[in-house]
């Protein structure tokens, strides 16, 4: 990628390692903190420098993201070259090279999803065209695998299968590195020979009516919720003022204080509401169904429902829990890992042959696939997207029942 690097001061020879080192240890906070939870003073302490030694490398903040996101996708681009020469061999080939790129930039795709909105506008926009040239990329070789897909088909396995290889940067993984580097193309794999032919009969979904939106009683409270889930989820979390929540409503940002203390409580009351969307989806597929299989189909339907019906109370869930305050965070993630560990727990009573650790992988890659279609205004608009998405995820997870 061509674009604005690191200023290089006259008669300083700056050292290209020492600028790729610096640009990697930032992408990596930028992905476990947020980006604008992070100063250019964490970087150089994570690094054993000085901060203004960090500005003899780059200029400012912008420039860390930038040379993060650009190093994580010329290596895309190099790992779809390899994939494109061995992409005769079937799916695992085209999805192997990838899947280490996943597990050596485990920051790279939160980066590119989450944080490059906060690039100057020309680099965004740059970023945002080479990663589509990336998934054009992809979307060719499987179609070269793959005669029988249409071009929405072609389209949403592409995105799907670069999802699972988010999974690194969404959830820890139990694996080894090499181990997972496998499982993740496994799973990538698995996801690009899917057939969209006859999809399997999947239950319905439980009512996602109300989920989120404001109360029919006209509340104030409520209406404030409302506009913040649509403003963080549109623009992010950081980039949202109080006075920007207060006009969307039609009153100043001091009045929310009447409401709410403080924005924070407003994020931290949305992500608790997800969250308790997402038990409820739990509790009625754990009640509906006996056995195991059942469970998993029930909530992949509730889950890609929840996702898919422009609710915006679900992204904030996905992209901008990273925000809430530290021990809101702990008690998020506390009770996110419990919920997760419950589902991996469930996929081995369903596939006994499968270890928890490889259980974990094909858990949190089936849930990006997820979190990425939420994402794509796109891909919702296709035809019988809930179903398809919903199919492609139980196949997956080898509980679709066309295994």
């Known amino acids: 990628m061509s674009g604005a690097g690191p200023a290089t001061p006259k008669g300083r020879d700056i050292s290209p390692r020492r600028d790729a080192q610096i640009a ?18 964490d970087v150089a302490a994570a690094v ?8 003899r490398h780059f200029p400012g903040k912008q420039a860390l993201l930038l040379a993060a996101v650009e190093s994580g996708l010329t290596l895309v681009d190099e790992a779809l070259a390899q994939a494109r020469a061995g992409s005769a061999a079937g799916a695992l080939s085209l999805m192997t090279p990838l899947s280490r790129v996943a597990v050596e930039r485990r920051d790279l795709w939160l980066l590119v999803r989450r944080e490059a909105r906060h690039l100057a506008d020309d680099d965004a926009r740059r970023v945002r065209g080479v990663f589509s ?10 179609a070269e695998q793959r005669a029988d897909l249409s071009r929405d088909d072609g389209a949403l396995l592409s995105h799907a299968a670069l999802a699972t290889l988010e999974a690194p940067s969404q959830y820890p993984q139990r694996q080894a590195r090499a181990a997972l580097a496998r499982s993740l193309a496994d799973a990538g794999a698995r996801v690009a020979a899917f057939s969209f032919g006859a999809l399997p009969a999947l239950p319905s979904p439980a009512s996602q009516e109300g ?28 980039e949202v003022s109080l006075d920007d929540i207060g006009a969307a409503v039609g009153i100043s940002g001091p009045s929310i204080y009447h409401h709410f203390s403080s ?3 407003i994020l931290a009351r949305l992500t608790q509401r997800a969250f308790e969307s997402i038990e409820l989806n739990r509790t009625h597929a754990l009640r509906r169904h ?10 992949v339907v509730d889950q890609v429902a929840l996702a898919l019906t422009g609710n915006p109370l679900y992204r904030v869930f996905t992209d901008e829990s990273i925000h809430l305050e530290h021990g ?11 919920l997760f560990d419950h589902w991996v727990s469930i996929l081995v009573r369903a596939r006994p042959a499968l270890t928890p650790a490889a259980a974990y992988v094909q858990v949190s890659s089936g849930l990006c696939v997820v979190n990425d279609m939420a994402r ?7 035809d019988q997207i809930h179903a398809r998405v919903a199919a492609l995820v139980c196949h997956h997870l080898g509980v679709g029942g066309d295994d």
């Open 376 to 382: 794509s205004r796109r891909l919702k608009a296709q």
């Open 290 to 299: 006996g056995d195991p299989g059942s469970v998993l189909r029930q909530f």
């Open 48 to 55: 054993g420098v000085t901060a203004p030694a960090v500005y």
């Open 328 to 338: 809101q965070r702990q008690r998020f993630l506390t009770a996110q890992r419990s």
């Open 24 to 41: 990697q240890v930032a992408g990596e906070l930028f992905q476990k903190r947020g980006y604008a939870n992070v100063a250019v003073r």
């Open 211 to 238: 989920i989120g939106r404001a109360a029919s009683d006209g509340s104030r409270a409520e209406a404030i919720l409302a506009a913040a889930a649509r403003l963080f989820a549109e623009r992010g979390y950081p």
């Open 133 to 142: 040239a990336l998934v054009a990329r992809m979307r060719a070789l499987i």
């Open 263 to 265: 924005k924070s409580l």
